[in-house]
């Protein structure tokens, strides 16, 4: 399977042609909806490779510079910091820049997925060498054409100049010959020392501001094209049930319905309107009759059954060193905790949506995906087409959290497109993105620790999960630094669909683990970080096994954040809660501080300390970072979802508790500097947010929380 | 299908729609106005504030026929040149993640500044409680109506 490059080159045209042309940004390369080709359109853009072009400005003398951003933008900032990367090396002006999303393209883009905290970290190199070779054919231009040897000349803010004879061009005067040179050998292609940098590590901001202050149409329900109809689609009401029979003569009688029909083999009915309005109204008329095909989940006892698991052996665990049996058998002390944590839906604050338009020949989508590639190939696969016939262009996302990780939506398009006839704006409705979730899948952790002396001597943790694959790490700490180690993991299996969730597994795992850490600690008569640190010291002394972490970045963060936050310092009345974490290949340590308001513990500050190698664009790092930290901190502290009889008890936000302003605490960042290939930040931080605030709550409190949300056993929170 | 006068950013529109219709869907879909935005359609996140005689409202919740003759604004009529001292604390701060709440934020703060010029950090709490941020910018949003109510 290959994309046409010479579609793509004519998708960079349109693209080009559409800035802030209105209605239609965004989707605008959907050839037959695409803008009028007017005058207006630049048709001397160069494309030097598939990340960039670039022509002259209005005024001949300087340089417009066109970046395609490859990977979808879900808040995450890719879209600036991507072409930041590239700008970079290219050694572009950056108020020369304009950004573009490119499509779905991966006969140019690598992994255009937003997941995992792997945006930047997987295309670090690749972003850097697209600027580079680009940079390097203008300068071997400008050098033939003044005749000088290509090492006299240097690049810098959209211009290559000679310094002994004075000469200057700029890249826009420049790229026509620079496309007729024969690309460089990747060995030729020099990338400069990070003590260079001159852009990256500058704070710029978000490339779509302008579009977002003023309403302008850049999300996927922003789309629309001539002739375009609205679906919404009815499914079953609880997990474990199908659709037996339904009467759609009240929905159709509703204005500006057109179609309705069954289809998700047969166990969904479509809605095709002509208003978004319409197609809510006429699904709400439609009456069906729904029968149970299997049982009927509830929460209570499916936390029955997770607890029994916790009880039981697995049959192979995930990690085994040591004896850990010997261990506890000769402890002096034992401590044993369980932690327990519900179903969470994502919540995206823009629902759930796609446009499809499915003619005999192709099939066009566009809207907020974090893994178009695979939607691409489950498309083709559900229409029996061919996977070069279906395009995927991208919309900014409102939100995604790993909801959109997912193509369910995409599905659902396509196939009513489909069927309709005709391209679809396919809606979900608040209620059907909380009620037909890919939930965070409810989980519980039993941790037992033994302790001789004033060591933690043996470590044995039991997890178990619906639906939820391995929910123990078992190559993150403590292994490593514990010759008893053992890691079992129990999964359940539940017809609750779930999936990725914001930092998936450890979002609960490290809350848990950093509780149990400071009720360790405790026990042992020492300080919480001093705790950790002698443990991560013995990672490095006394390695056992195999295990993923940086033991000495670890340390480097807990001691970054025990410095900015004073710790163990604060004044009267400010209780310190720490915790630590590394996943997504970054280090995080945080520092929550509560203060008492009568009866009510609140949190006031939290103060992260971050180990991201090299900050590309340090605002919008310390945006990803405060928001990873508030998300954590909401859903630890009230975030609720639950099952009756398979029927979702939340079904929007009067129900479902999100964190709003007043509650959050004020949070500060703090980098450790580093010349290291930089990670992703989309994640890391959130994990270890809520057990910084239960160590910081028990402080306060006396009591320590074992349950998630917090609220639903710590009645003062309120 | 009814008819109906309304008077958006200044203008006036004849729209054509049932009488149960939320403002929120004729603004999108009728008029092409989609910074207004959908996040829950029952009054409990804010994304579609508008201001209805210069007070915040959720047009999720109120229809068409609600509107009458009032003087309905939304983000793409709060100013000519996206200058309105929100707008620039917004780019000051780099306010937005996703962007999606943001629209609804900016009504919700501008109304909030329109009746109190110089809101303390409750007046602020209060005020803005209403509009959910799902990537938790809420603290950047404080700051920058802090700092376009010094302007
Ligand atoms: S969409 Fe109106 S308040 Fe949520
Ligand atoms: S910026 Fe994403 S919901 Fe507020």
């Known amino acids: 399977m290959t994309t046409d490059l010479q579609h793509s080159r004519r998708q960079f045209l349109k693209i080009t042609a559409t800035v802030g042309g209105g209605m239609m940004l965004g989707f605008s390369w959907l050839k037959p909806y695409g803008e009028a080709e007017g005058a207006d359109i630049i048709t001397d853009f160069i494309e030097l490779n598939g990340y960039l072009k670039i022509a002259p400005d209005a005024t001949g003398k300087g340089s417009l510079i066109t970046l395609l951003s490859p990977n979808p933008e879900v808040g995450q900032n890719v879209k600036t910091s991507m072409p930041m990367i590239v700008a970079e090396e290219l050694c572009a002006n950056w108020k020369d820049v304009r950004v573009e999303q490119a499509p779905l393209n991966t006969a140019v883009f690598k992994r255009q997925v937003a997941g995992g905290s792997q945006s930047i970290r997987q295309t670090w190199a690749t972003l850097r060498n697209a600027g580079a070779t680009a940079k390097h054919l203008l300068v071997e231009a400008a050098a033939q054409e003044w005749g000088v040897p290509a090492a006299e000349c240097e690049a810098s803010g959209s211009f290559v100049k000679h310094a002994s004879s004075g000469r200057s061009a700029s890249f826009g005067s420049l790229a026509a010959a620079a496309a007729k040179l024969t690309p460089p050998a990747p060995e030729a292609v020099k990338l400069k020392d990070p003590s260079e940098f001159t852009l990256i590590g500058t704070s710029q901001g978000n490339v779509d501001m302008e579009a977002i202050l003023t309403g302008k149409p850049v999300f996927g329900l922003d789309q629309k094209v001539p002739g375009m109809l609205y679906s919404t689609a009815l499914r079953p009401p609880a997990f474990g049930q199908k659709l037996k029979s339904f009467d759609d003569k009240a929905a159709k009688a509703v204005n500006g319905v057109v179609q309705v029909f069954r289809f998700a083999n047969d166990n969904k009915i479509a809605v095709v309107a002509t208003s978004t309005w319409a197609a809510i109204k006429g699904k709400r008329a439609l009456q069906a009759v729904w029968e149970d095909d299997g049982t009927l989940e509830s929460t209570a006892s499916q936390y029955e059954a997770m607890r029994k698991k916790l009880d039981e052996a697995a049959e192979q665990p995930k990690r085994n060193d040591g004896d850990v049996k010997a261990a506890f058998a000769t402890a002096d002390k034992i401590i044993e905790r369980v932690y327990e944590s519900p179903y969470l839906p994502h919540n995206p604050m823009e629902p759930g949506n796609f446009f499809a338009n499915v003619t005999a020949d192709k099939v066009e989508l566009s809207g907020p995906a974090q893994a178009p590639e695979r939607f691409r190939g489950e498309v083709a696969k559900l229409l029996g087409r061919d996977e070069s016939t279906v395009s995927i262009g991208l919309t900014r996302m409102g939100g995604g959290f790993g909801r959109r990780l997912r193509g369910d939506f995409v599905l659902e398009a396509a196939e009513i497109s489909s069927i309709a006839k005709a391209p679809v704006q396919h809606v979900y409705t608040r209620e059907d993105d909380m009620t037909a979730g890919i939930y965070r899948p409810a989980s519980m952790y039993k941790f037992r620790a033994a302790i001789k002396g004033e060591q933690l001597v043996g470590y044995h943790l039991t997890g178990a999960g619906l639906n939820a694959g391995n929910v123990v790490r078992e190559n993150f700490f403590p292994a490593g630094a514990i010759e008893n180690c053992l890691m079992e993991s129990h999964d359940l299996p539940s017809k609750v669909t779930t999936g990725p969730w914001r930092a998936p597994v450890t979002n609960f795992l490290a809350s848990a683990e950093q509780s149990f850490f400071d009720e360790i600690a405790e026990a042992v008569g020492k300080d919480p970080v001093q705790f950790r640190i002698e443990l991560f010291e013995r990672a490095k002394a006394n390695p056992v096994g195999k295990f993923e972490y940086d033991a000495e970045r670890s340390i480097g963060v807990m001691k970054l954040a025990a410095e900015k936050s004073n710790w163990g310092k604060a004044p009267a009345g400010v209780h310190q809660g720490f915790s630590a974490y590394f996943c997504h290949n970054s280090y995080v340590a945080e520092v929550a501080e509560v203060k008492m308001e009568g009866r009510r513990p609140v949190v006031k500050r939290v103060v992260c300390a971050v180990d991201c190698g090299i900050v590309i664009n340090p605002v919008a790092a310390i945006n990803q970072c405060e928001g990873g930290v508030i998300d954590g901190i909401g859903h630890a502290m009230y975030g609720d979802f639950t099952l009756e009889k398979g029927k979702p008890q939340q079904e929007n936000f009067d129900k479902f508790r999100l964190i709003r302003m007043g509650e959050q605490p004020a949070v500060e960042v703090h980098f450790v500097k580093s010349n290291t290939d930089p990670t992703g930040l989309g994640e890391p931080t959130l994990p270890p947010a809520g057990g910084a605030v239960a160590n910081a709550f028990y402080r306060a409190t006396k009591e320590r929380v074992y349950v998630q949300p917090f609220v639903k056993v710590m009645k003062n929170l309120g | ?151």
């Open chain 2, 1 to 151: 299908m009814a008819k109906y006068d309304i008077t958006v950013n200044g203008k006036k529109h004849k729209v054509e729609a049932d009488p149960d219709t939320p403002l929120l869907w004729v603004l999108r879909d009728n008029l092409g106005l989609y910074g207004t935005k959908y996040g829950c359609g029952i009054g409990e996140c804010g994304a579609c504030t508008i201001h209805y005689n210069g007070n915040a409202m959720r047009s999720c919740s109120m229809t068409v026929a609600d509107v009458g003759e009032a003087a309905i604004t939304t983000i793409e009529g709060l100013s000519e040149t996206a200058s309105h001292p929100l707008q620039q604390a917004w780019r000051e701060h780099d306010v937005p993640q996703c962007g999606y709440c943001q629209a609804g934020q900016i009504m919700s703060a501008a109304a909030l500044l329109a009746s109190t010029p110089n809101p303390d950090d409750d007046e602020i709490d209060a005020a803005m409680y209403a509009n959910i941020c799902r990537c938790g910018t809420y603290n950047k949003i404080k700051a920058a109506i802090k700092s376009a109510a010094s302007k």
